[in-house]
C-alpha cells in the first residue's frame, strides 16, 4: 500500500476559524472526493487539528513547532495507481483544481508532503 500525507499549515493571514471554514466548505470535499475517486485510492481520510491546549504542549514537551493545521491521507493498492493518475489529463485538471481551492487558505511552503508505505 502507497498512501500520500498532506500535512497542511494555515496562512499566515487568514485566522484559524477562516481555515476551518474553508477546510470544512462542501466544495473542497467535493474536489478531494473527485480525486480520490478518479485516482482509485482505497482509502481516504481528512482531518483538522485540534484546537486544544495539550498540542502546544506537546510542541513544548517536545521542542517542535506547532502541530499542522490538517492533515490529509490517501491510500492506493500501490505506486501504479499514483503513477496514472499523472498521465491523466481529467486526472492533472482534477489535482489543479484542489491546489487552486487549497490556495485560498494553504500555506505550500510550511506544508509537507511525502509518500509512505
Not at 20 to 49: C, G, H
Not at 50 to 60: P, S, V
Amino acid at each position: 500500500m502507497v498512501k500520500l500525507m498532506r500535512c497542511l499549515k494555515c496562512r499566515e493571514d487568514i485566522s484559524l476559524v477562516e481555515f476551518r471554514r474553508f477546510w470544512n466548505d462542501p466544495n473542497y470535499e467535493a474536489l478531494l472526493k473527485k480525486l480520490v475517486d478518479m485516482s482509485q485510492a482505497i482509502s481516504f481520510t481528512s482531518s483538522i487539528t485540534l484546537q486544544i491546549d495539550i498540542n502546544q504542549e506537546l510542541a513544548e514537551l517536545h521542542g517542535t513547532s506547532k502541530p499542522f493545521d490538517g492533515v490529509v491521507v490517501v491510500a492506493w493498492e500501490n505506486a501504479q495507481a499514483v503513477l496514472a493518475m499523472r498521465n491523466d489529463d481529467e486526472g492533472l485538471q482534477s489535482i489543479d483544481d484542489v491546489l487552486a481551492f487549497e490556495d485560498q487558505f494553504i500555506d505550500r511552503t510550511q506544508s509537507r508532503y511525502f509518500f509512505t508505505e
